[in-house]
């Protein structure tokens, strides 16, 4: 079955940078996009950026405005999250999402997305 294993996560200062990764395993991961979302407490989950299958394409929530990217290595089945100038309103669980259709690309559409990692938090202290 597909499984998504986030990791990366950790405490960091305002300012500062994080590089989240997510493994991906059960099917042939060059064929489908994979997205990244976060959380906190008592609110929706949220979009954060997506990319298509070849990387040709890729999404970004607005609130990024810049300070991250999202890529991919295929030939290791891993996208990443890298997160620049972080602030304190960047603190939640990460998950990395993808859809269950071949090349279909939900973007930001959360309910697009059929599998799920187990998250990964990232704390931004000020």
């Known amino acids: 079955q597909v499984q998504l294993v986030e990791s990366g996560g950790g405490l960091v200062q305002a300012g500062g940078s994080l590089r989240l990764s997510c493994a991906a395993s059960?099917?042939?991961?060059?064929?489908?996009?994979m997205g990244w979302f976060r959380q906190t407490p008592g609110k929706e989950r949220e979009f954060v950026a997506a990319s298509t299958w070849n990387g040709e394409d890729i999404t970004y929530a607005d609130f990024v405005k810049g300070r991250f990217t999202i890529s991919r290595d295929n030939a290791k089945n891993t996208v990443y999250l890298q997160m620049n100038s972080l602030e304190p309103e960047d603190t939640a669980v990460y998950y990395c999402?993808?859809?269950?259709?071949?090349?279909?690309?939900?973007?930001?559409?959360?309910?697009?997305?059929?599998?799920w990692g187990q998250g990964t938090q990232v704390t931004v202290s000020s």
């Open positions: 059960g099917r042939t991961f060059s064929r489908y996009a």
């Open positions: 999402a993808a859809p269950r259709g071949t090349y279909y690309y939900p973007a930001g559409r959360r309910y697009d997305y059929t599998y």
